[in-house]
């Protein structure tokens, strides 16, 4: 039987808003078009549905003017009938009020900043045919295109003076098939010869790279000069890397980047990035950041540009080790350790006015909060509290203006006092939504381990909550694997959507987490199968006590690590479950070490390749892969899997699902072969949701009807 709110969402929302109820064409008025990019949506009901949850609009790129008295920022809306999103550029003043809509087009606009002296906004779009700097006043009127460069652009700052501005590219350094044999022009191959020849969901066939072009008001660009000529690698570092990784210093004489400069096997091995200083006049390039070995990234400069601060990873190959504080004296290169007594991960540099000190967002007991650090003491303030994780953070006078989500609300933009931490909203974007919305209680609820450890578990409960009725009840089990369980908001592991369906959501902070010491977080690796595990068993086994949990109908849900983590469970759950849910997990350990991209992580985290038979960390490692205990399996398995997704290949998901088949057990597989390790298009999110509640159901609720 298919959840009756579901149904109900699609009686109503047929699509982002209910202009769509009705829609039986691809084909959209205008006035349709501008309906759900201002949406008013009226709910038919008060429990979300994956329609109301795909209908939020998506607050990001926040930005604050040089006169400090304005925010810009974009939103996006997702249309269902056309599968892509539409996003526009606004603008609010920083005290609240009525936001200012400043572009509405069918291309979308990214990249949105201001000209630094605050007289026009400068945005990316296609509208010319490829993506293209572009620049409008600050009402929105007048949009004249800026560069006109051949292929595109990716991304582009303004130098503070305004006399340059520098642009990603995309530059190609390898020769093609069609280039070694030109007598082969419908040849559809690649001739790899190392490693790195693909990253995360695209094939390195290019390499970004940086590029200086003189700005002048009314002069368009054309091309510009390559600071990294012939060089193979990119910068800012893919996959995640944007213009926090390429900063003009003040005086706009140089340009900080970040790379890692290392090629094929030795690329795949390290997670050694640089910052790297490019003088404008003298065009030379100096690491700044030698003989540091793990990941230095996102350089911040202070207000008079004698001091950068920057975060950084002390060890070579280990992605989630502790994020420290460092801070360089520019002319000297001197620089300082700033967090070395402080036990958690720093990251969102911004200095103070006066220079003197700097903010930052930290996670401590599974929520980002906002501290500073002063200077000259090495002093650390938390400065907010409460049940959320802030996201940015930018200095704004003598205030603070952040963005802000939870796991009841997406992002918003808040202002907030340094002085009481107070955040007072100025931004409503989702407000109409979320009003007429009724959401889950989340509360803590911490749990002693087989360790006697205490460990903080999440409990998400149904907006309609009794607690005489006995619900199903769902182990959430978290990727990445060193990723908190905190107030994170989601558009597909959504909590509230989870407990909308009338299912009690657990969300344990496992071993192997941040936000809880370094102790906590590094006891994972190399323990696969080990104490996170019977973390989670403890985290089910002390919840399912109580009187509203029906433990005879529980399941088992997770993503990455946690896909792992629940093809694991299901092989040592002794028949504590009823369904399980895996999307992009790893399933064979020794096919992944040899299938992934990134090879630091498997070499940390499992300790080394299978074949090293007298690596005891390895070799447990791999002892504890769950394609070993597949004669265990007893219980529904529902695997998702995206094409696209090189770090987990879709092969890992095809044997665990062929595997439970051969051995007879209910077994479905939802392959999404446009998609990578997410899921980001409307309707490939829209259809996970409702396989993975019709699947939930099925197995946890249908056979109690």
């Avoid at 344990?508 to 941040?514: A, E, K, S, V």
Wanted: charged share 25%.
């Amino acid at each position: 039987m298919k959840n009756k709110h579901l149904l109900l969402g699609l009686a109503l929302i047929a699509g982002v808003s209910s202009c769509q109820d009705a829609a039986t064409t691809d084909k959209q008025s205008e006035a349709d078009k501008e309906s759900y990019r201002t949406p008013d949506t009226k709910l038919a009901s008060n429990i979300m549905t994956p329609e109301v949850l795909w209908s939020f609009g998506r607050l990001g790129g926040v930005t604050i003017s040089p006169d400090e008295t304005s925010v810009l920022y974009g939103v996006s809306y997702f249309h269902k009938a056309e599968n892509r999103s539409y996003r526009d550029l606004y603008t609010l003043s920083v005290d609240g009020g009525t936001p200012v809509r400043l572009t509405n087009t069918n291309k979308n606009e990214y990249g949105e900043a201001w000209r630094p002296d605050g007289k026009k906004i400068a945005y990316m779009t296609a509208a010319s045919g490829s993506m293209q700097m572009w620049e409008m006043n600050p009402d929105g009127s007048n949009p004249t295109q800026v560069s006109d460069v051949e292929g595109g652009i990716g991304s582009f700052q303004y130098a503070p003076d305004m006399s340059k501005i520098y642009y990603m590219k995309e530059v190609r350094l390898e020769k093609s098939v069609e280039d070694l044999y030109s007598d082969l022009p419908k040849a559809n191959a690649r001739v790899i010869n190392d490693m790195n020849y693909r990253h995360w969901d695209n094939w390195v066939d290019t390499y970004t790279h940086i590029f200086l072009a003189d700005y002048k008001e009314g002069t368009k660009i054309t091309e510009g000069k390559d600071i990294m000529p012939g060089e193979r690698w990119s910068a800012p570092v893919k996959p995640f890397g944007g213009n926090e990784q390429v900063v003009w210093t003040p005086d706009s004489k140089t340009l900080a980047y970040v790379s890692r400069k290392k090629m094929g096997v030795e690329y795949a091995k390290s997670t050694n990035s640089d910052i790297y200083f490019y003088d404008i006049v003298k065009q030379t390039t100096t690491n700044m950041t030698k003989g540091m070995m793990g990941y230095d990234m996102n350089p911040v400069f202070s207000p008079d540009g004698s001091k950068m601060a920057w975060e950084s990873m002390e060890r070579d190959g280990y992605e989630a080790d502790k994020n420290r504080l460092f801070v360089m004296d520019v002319a000297s290169g001197e620089k300082k350790y700033y967090t070395e007594d402080f036990d958690q991960n720093v990251g969102h540099l911004a200095w103070a006015k006066d220079g003197a000190s700097l903010f930052f967002i930290s996670d401590w007991h599974a929520t980002d909060e906002i501290y500073n650090i002063n200077l000259n003491d090495g002093e650390i303030e938390k400065l907010t509290e409460g049940v959320h994780n802030y996201q940015s953070v930018f200095v704004v006078g003598n205030e603070l203006l952040a963005t802000r989500v939870s796991m009841s609300k997406p992002a918003e933009i808040y202002k907030v006092n340094p002085k009481d931490g107070k955040a007072t909203e100025i931004s409503f974007e989702n407000k109409k939504i979320l009003d007429q919305l009724k959401m889950g209680k989340v509360e803590k609820r911490w749990v002693k381990t087989t360790d006697n450890k205490q460990m903080l578990v999440w409990m998400i409960y149904p907006p309609n909550f009794d607690a005489n009725k006995k619900y199903p009840t769902l182990l959430y089990c978290q990727g990445g694997p060193q990723g908190t369980v905190s107030q994170f908001w989601s558009y597909r592991w959504n909590f509230q959507m989870m407990a909308a369906n009338d299912y009690i959501i657990v969300a344990p902070n496992r071993r192997g987490l941040p936000g809880f010491g370094q102790e906590w977080l590094e006891q994972i690796s190399g323990d696969y199968g080990g104490q996170n595990m019977k973390d989670y068993l403890s985290a089910i086994d002390d919840v399912k006590k109580e009187s509203f949990v029906d433990e005879t109908r529980l399941g088992c849900v997770g993503a990455s690590y946690g896909g792992f983590s629940t093809f694991w469970l299901a092989g040592h759950h002794n028949k504590r479950f009823k369904a399980f849910i895996a999307h992009d997990g790893m399933f064979n350990l020794e096919a992944q070490y040899l299938e992934t991209e990134e090879m630091w992580f498997v070499n940390w985290d499992l300790g080394g390749a299978f074949w090293e038979k007298n690596n005891k960390i390895a070799q447990r490692s791999y002892a504890n892969s769950p394609h070993k205990f597949v004669q265990n399996w007893d219980t529904p398995i529902l695997v998702i899997h995206g094409g696209k997704d090189f770090r987990i290949v879709e092969s890992q998901g095809m044997q665990a699902f062929n595997a439970a088949r051969l051995r007879g057990i209910p077994a479905q597989l939802l392959h999404l072969p446009e998609e990578n390790h997410w899921v980001l298009g409307v309707q490939n999110g829209i259809l996970w949701q409702r396989t993975y509640f019709n699947w939930l159901d099925k197995w946890l609720k249908d056979e109690k009807k």
